[in-house]
């Protein structure tokens, strides 16, 4: 479940914000803009449910849990590893300034 519903929760984010009324609506279905459009097509629902397995092999979802407090865990797993990958993720992005809020 929580596999289906992250892969889908990006998909909708983006669909939702790019979706935009017409000026004088006849009531009509909402349209998307051309190049959002475009946007959206180039989703690839095999590589979302890559990461999605990738961040799986972190461990844990605890946020307190690092291998500094949590025997069971390796180097390289916890939420401190999880936060780096979705953070280089996203730096990976063009465009997109990436910052950690304390």
């Not at 979706?19 to 629902?45: C, F, K, M, N, Y």
Request: hydrophobic share 40%; proline share 5%.
């Amino acid at each position: 479940m929580r596999r289906a519903w992250l892969g889908i929760l990006p998909a909708c984010v983006l669909a939702t914000v790019a979706v935009r009324a017409q000026e004088g609506d006849d009531g009509a279905a909402p349209h998307l803009d051309g190049q959002v459009s475009d946007l959206i097509s180039t989703i690839d629902p095999a590589r979302i449910q890559d990461r999605i397995e990738f961040l799986d092999t972190f461990g844990t979802r605890n946020s307190c849990s690092t291998p500094d407090n949590n025997p069971n865990l390796k180097s390289g797993q916890g939420i401190n590893a999880a936060q780096d990958f979705i953070s280089a993720q996203f730096s990976a992005i063009k465009g997109l300034n990436v910052a950690f809020a304390s």
